[in-house]
């Protein structure tokens, strides 16, 4: 498989598949209806590495640092193991406390990458 054929993720789809969505739909009030809702977390969470396919997978960008404000769906993380690359997304609206991680650092399913906190 290309290597382009997998930066195609769930986040791309996502995009796709509301693009393509929103070209049918006929009023602007059924526009809006189709956005997806923010998600909003009440208590400070962690954003954990998927399951990603393979042992093990190297950060090769980060897209968030301490203060930031992150959307639902926003990517976070972009991860590269030996078969594709993955953007980590956001699974909800929330305020970055700490990164965990710094690029290079390799990591495996479940591993802390960032703390986060409910959005104010």
Not at 14 to 33: C, P, Q
């Amino acid at each position: 498989m290309s290597m382009a054929l997998c930066v195609l993720n769930q986040h791309m789809f996502s995009l796709i598949f509301k693009a393509l969505n929103k070209a049918f739909v006929t009023d602007e009030k059924d526009a809006m209806e189709e956005e997806s809702p923010e998600v909003i977390i009440t208590e400070q969470s962690v954003i954990r590495v998927p399951n990603i396919g393979s042992q093990s997978a190297e950060i090769i960008e980060i897209h968030a640092k301490k203060g930031d404000i992150i959307k639902t769906d926003q990517v976070l993380i972009v991860l590269e193991s030996e078969k594709c690359v993955l953007e980590i997304p956001s699974p909800y609206l929330c305020k970055i406390e700490e990164v965990l991680v710094h690029i290079g650092n390799i990591v495996s399913e479940n591993d802390a990458l960032i703390q986060v906190s409910p959005h104010s």
